[in-house]
């Protein structure tokens, strides 16, 4: 095996690992996992979710036939983060389920970082629904001058959320 053999073939095992690790972090910033959240959830402790005061919702059922407490997007979040921060990995495993129930963990984190992920789940909400009313476009071509106006009246002018990602 020559040098430059050699070469090439390093190069372009960094550039695909360097292109995965872009990828992975465009997807952490989508779910909202910055540095700020990262630095905030290693300060939780033991304590942070013991002493939280859980409020109950009216008629929730702790149980399969319970609703699905868990929006797609929180259920994304909730597994990069834990991969990403082993902390709160740590914390979860501790705490659940001898002193918290799955359920209730997860609405108190929800909770105690609403203010660092709700810009980011509320951008990922608008996308989806601009995702929609594409599909229902390309579903019936013929629609009305009216309908085309309307749908286009609804659509935000920009996609991204009020305040920068970064």
Known sequence: MNIQS???????????????STNQNEEHKLYGITDDLINLLKSFTL??????NLQDEQGAVDGP???KDLSSWQEKHAVLVLSKVK?????????????????????????????HVAKYELHAI?????KQIAIE???DPNTSAYEVEMLEARKPTYLEPATSLE
């Open 6 to 20: 050699w070469f090439r073939r390093a190069k372009s095992r960094s550039s695909s690992s360097s292109q995965a």
């Open 137 to 139: 476009n390309k579903k």
């Open 65 to 67: 036939e319970s609703t």
């Open 47 to 52: 304590e942070t979710f013991r002493n939280f």
């Open 87 to 115: 902390e709160l990995s740590q914390l979860r495993f501790r705490l659940c389920p001898r002193y918290l129930k799955e359920r209730q963990f997860w609405r108190i984190y929800f909770t105690l970082v609403k203010n």
């Open 126 to 130: 608008r996308l989806e629904k601009l």
